[in-house]
T-cell receptor, first 111, second 113 residues
């Protein structure tokens, strides 16, 4: 079955710096790659996603890049702010109707 | 209405109790999901409903019983739970299956004594 690895597990940055989180997957049939942000005491919130026919997608300070050949995709957050502090999960899906989540990255942005 | 709501927010129950978790969405989504999330872990899929029919059961113990009374509502009935079932239970919905954006509710924090 699909295996999703996510790195790093924790990431600390200064406010204004960039943060990058990377995920690798194993199933070449995977075709949908969302990123979720989960704040303490809340459910995961979809922040950006990308499909396999696109290499990059950007939404204001957040971008996702996908390398299908290498089977990895990354979340890029620029100009980080303290409110970006949360746990971020990548996920992978194919046509099996299931999201397989990565292990999560705890991002801390220090003022 | 663009959100998934879950009740209750917190639930404490004994191992002999019967309780239910409720999830509701009014976005017209036709797929709904139950996930279980332990502390510092990713969500784990439990059940998937598509057009009010159970389409995926991830080998969940029978002490968890899902129900989808209509396209907006999803319940999870709990009976004879174990302390290790204590977790955050998340509901999600998506317009349809395979694979589309899933939108999560805030979850129910369950403690089994």
């Amino acid at each position: 079955g699909e295996n999703v690895e996510q790195h790093p597990s924790t990431l600390s940055v200064q406010e204004g710096d960039s943060a990058v989180i990377k995920c690798t997957y194993s199933d070449s049939a995977s075709n949908y790659f969302p990123w979720y942000k989960q704040e303490l005491g809340k459910g995961p919130q979809l922040i950006i996603d990308i499909r396999s026919n696109v290499g990059e997608k950007k939404d204001q300070r957040i971008a996702v890049t996908l390398n299908k050949t290498a089977k990895h995709f990354s979340l890029h957050i620029t100009e980080t702010q303290p409110e970006d502090s949360a746990v971020y999960f990548c996920a992978v899906a194919s046509n099996t109707d299931k999201l397989i989540f990565g292990t999560g990255t705890r991002l801390q942005v220090f003022p | 209405d663009t959100e998934v709501t879950q009740t209750p927010k917190h639930l404490v129950m004994g191992m002999t109790n019967k309780k239910s978790l409720k999830c509701e969405q009014h976005m017209g989504h036709r797929a709904m999901y139950w996930y279980k999330q332990k502390a510092k872990k990713p969500p784990e899929l439990m059940f998937v409903y598509s057009y009010e029919k159970l389409s995926i059961n991830e080998s969940v113990p029978s002490r968890f019983s899902p129900e989808c009374p209509n396209s907006s509502l999803l319940n999870l009935h709990l009976h004879a739970l174990q302390p290790e079932d204590s977790a955050l239970y998340l509901c999600a919905s998506s317009p349809q299956l395979a694979p589309l954006e899933q939108f999560f509710g805030p979850g129910t924090r369950l403690t089994v004594l």
